[in-house]
């Protein structure tokens, strides 16, 4: 884990920092990571292991397990949360749900996250912050008082910093520097309008005394593990065909294998050397491996060998990670409340409006598919007055039924259409 300073740092030693090549293998185990996430040519981090012709005959495997497990351990905002703020607040929100389900995922894979919020077309945005130096006083070496992070990239190599450029926030100051440290103003006086950092910190459960700490890289690194091993696979199936052998003087050039072809030797023999590769350990060993990443994050699954299960079933099952998402809601509950604070100073600052300080967030919990169990919960909040047709529309399809008049307006259609039952479908029928 790359060790920040626990004394007070200097913006020349950030910026060195920065730019040092200790902190490019940090950076580059992140970018991995990302890689892995994005599924982006992960082909390169295992093409080092197959030398020879071995890649000439067959092509590398990979797999995008990586984005798939962070999507299965990501569960606070898998459905969007109902906020309690400020009325005016909703007008310039901008795309936070989306935005935040993102910030999640990425805070999981890498861990220390930081999340820049600015306003832009009327609209507030959050961006994330992926590379950057914190520097901090001499009494606390976890929360940063300012930041240093790059804008653009260098090209070429990290000696040449003419194209480098890099932004300075503090609480009082704000402007950017150059790859040689030379000040370029944003504004007249260099100020921070917001008198604080535009940034929130997204940090894992275990904090202790210092600022950077690791995500799940161990899924990026099982990741590579298993494109390696299915790639030894697809070799070995390759092979099981056996290795023809030719013993006595043949011109080699004459020579060709093929299911729909005949080898003629006229002074020599032929055989075939079968490998000895029990494939089937092979998969089990792969299998072996997911199950342990799996494990790591609170994650069981059989490769459905056991078929479907029931919601009840699948909640014991997955008890583990749900006692996790708890602990990942009240860690995200107090981002939203610290995010919410930030917003409403940048928007009093760019747009002249004032919030109400009173924040609240109602994370939605998990449901797991159980058609029965959700029929009957319905038809209890029918029969006594709990919920109404319009709901059960609302929740059922949110995107289809924005308000309740939208909801309503499709229930009279219907009912015009469709003869009404009993139970569920009866509920329906309005007076």
Not at 38 to 63: D, H, K, M, V
Not at 191 to 197: A, I, K, T
Not at 237 to 261: C, P, T, W, Y
Not at 273 to 291: H, Y
Request: with cysteine; charged share 25%; glycine share 6%.
């Amino acid at each position: 884990m790359y060790q920040t300073s626990q004394v007070s740092t200097s913006i020349s030693d950030a910026l060195k920092k920065l730019k040092a090549d200790s902190i490019d293998n940090f950076f580059a185990d992140r970018d991995c990571a990302l890689d892995y996430y994005q599924y982006n040519n992960t082909g390169r981090y295992i093409s080092n292991y197959f030398g020879g012709s071995l890649q000439a005959e067959i092509p590398l495997y990979t797999t995008n397990l990586t984005k798939r497990i962070i999507k299965r351990i990501s569960l606070v905002y898998k459905d969007a949360p109902i906020r309690q703020v400020d009325e005016k607040y909703k007008e310039y929100g901008g795309r936070k749900d989306y935005e935040m389900k993102q910030f999640e995922r990425l805070h999981n894979l890498l861990g220390t996250l930081a999340v820049k919020v600015s306003f832009k077309n009327g609209k507030l945005m959050r961006v994330p912050v992926l590379e950057y130096e914190p520097i901090f006083d001499h009494n606390d070496g976890v929360h940063p008082v300012a930041i240093i992070y790059p804008l653009t990239h260098p090209v070429s190599s990290k000696s040449d910093s003419s194209d480098d450029l890099f932004a300075y926030w503090s609480d009082t100051e704000h402007y950017v520097l150059d790859g040689k440290g030379q000040i370029i103003k944003v504004n007249e006086d260099n100020v921070n309008p917001y008198g604080r950092l535009p940034f929130v910190f997204l940090q894992p459960d275990t904090l202790v005394d210092e600022h950077w700490n690791n995500g799940a890289f161990d899924i990026a690194e099982a990741n590579k593990q298993v494109d390696i091993a299915m790639t030894m696979l697809q070799h070995h199936i390759r092979s099981a065909g056996g290795q023809f052998v030719i013993n006595g003087r043949v011109d080699a050039n004459n020579i060709e294998i093929g299911l729909n072809k005949v080898v003629v030797l006229e002074d020599g023999t032929m055989s075939n050397i079968s490998a000895n590769t029990n494939i089937t350990n092979i998969i089990e060993g792969i299998k072996f491996q997911l199950q342990q990443v799996a494990s790591n994050h609170h994650l069981s699954f059989d490769f459905g060998v056991n078929g479907s299960k029931s919601g009840v079933a699948l909640k014991i099952e997955n008890l583990e990670l749900l006692e996790n998402r708890e602990d990942a809601t009240e860690q995200f509950r107090e981002i939203e409340r610290e995010l919410y604070s930030l917003e409403s100073r940048v928007l009093e600052v760019e747009a002249g409006l004032s919030l109400s300080p009173d924040f609240s967030v109602d994370f939605t919990e998990v449901r797991f598919p159980d058609p029965a169990q959700e029929m009957q919960e319905w038809e209890f909040k029918f029969k006594h007055g709990l919920a109404d047709p319009v709901d059960w529309l609302m929740q059922n399809d949110p995107d289809r039924f924005l308000t309740r008049e939208d909801a309503q307006a499709h229930i009279d259609e219907r009912k015009q259409i469709t003869p009404m039952g009993k139970g569920l479908l009866g509920a329906l029928k309005t007076e």
